[in-house]
């Protein structure tokens, strides 16, 4: 094993079995973007991530939350650790709503992957939930978002703005 591949190694170590399994089924290997963030973010470090298109960026931002994600509706799921199960824990706000649509229907991708990996392995079933709330969004969508938040909730600027100075700020 050359110092790369324990590199890449390393930085999947972090991650919960099931992650790690949807990870090396899916890709070769991590990006260098995706070793470099997931170090700085693992170690609790700000990350700025800047990269071509196609280099696992949205990965790169996103795997530590949702392995994270997975991890804490497990424990809350077992009782074991009083954690809200109806609240938002990642937010993604996209500056237009086309990228915001983008990042929704590229965690479909990570999020179906490691579930499947997880009922494989007999892991307790857990469900992320993905919304998006932006300046489209239906008045009953919205009234759904309140009543059953996403734990996932992608928006954009102007809708963060009208959500945190209105009831939806709960």
């Known amino acids: 094993m050359d110092l790369s591949e324990a590199a890449e190694a390393d930085s999947l170590a972090q991650f919960a079995p099931a992650t790690r399994a949807w990870?090396?089924?899916?890709?070769?290997?991590?990006?260098?973007?995706q070793t470099g963030a997931w170090a700085a973010i693992g170690a609790a470090e700000n990350a700025l991530v800047i990269?071509?298109?196609?280099?696992?960026?949205?990965?790169?931002?996103?795997?530590?939350?949702?392995?994270?994600l997975f991890r804490e509706r497990e424990i809350a799921a077992e009782g074991a650790v009083n954690c809200p199960l109806s609240a938002t824990r990642i937010l993604?706000?996209?500056?237009i709503k086309a990228l915001g649509t983008d990042v929704q229907r590229n965690l479909r991708l990570p999020l179906e992957g490691i579930s499947a990996q997880r009922k494989c392995r007999d892991d307790p079933l857990v469900e992320i939930?993905?919304?998006?709330?932006t300046g489209d969004t239906s008045p009953k969508e919205r009234a759904r978002l309140l009543r059953h938040p996403p734990d996932i909730l992608i928006t954009t600027p102007e809708s963060l703005y009208l959500m945190l100075t209105s009831k939806a700020r709960e």
């Not at 990269?51 to 994270?68: C, E, H, N, R, V």
């Not at 993604?92 to 500056?95: L, M």
């Open 92 to 95: 993604y706000i996209s500056p």
């Open 51 to 68: 990269a071509p298109t196609g280099s696992g960026k949205t990965l790169a931002a996103f795997m530590q939350a949702i392995d994270q």
């Open 23 to 33: 990870f090396t089924q899916t890709f070769s290997a991590p990006t260098a973007v």
């Open 129 to 133: 939930k993905v919304g998006m709330r």
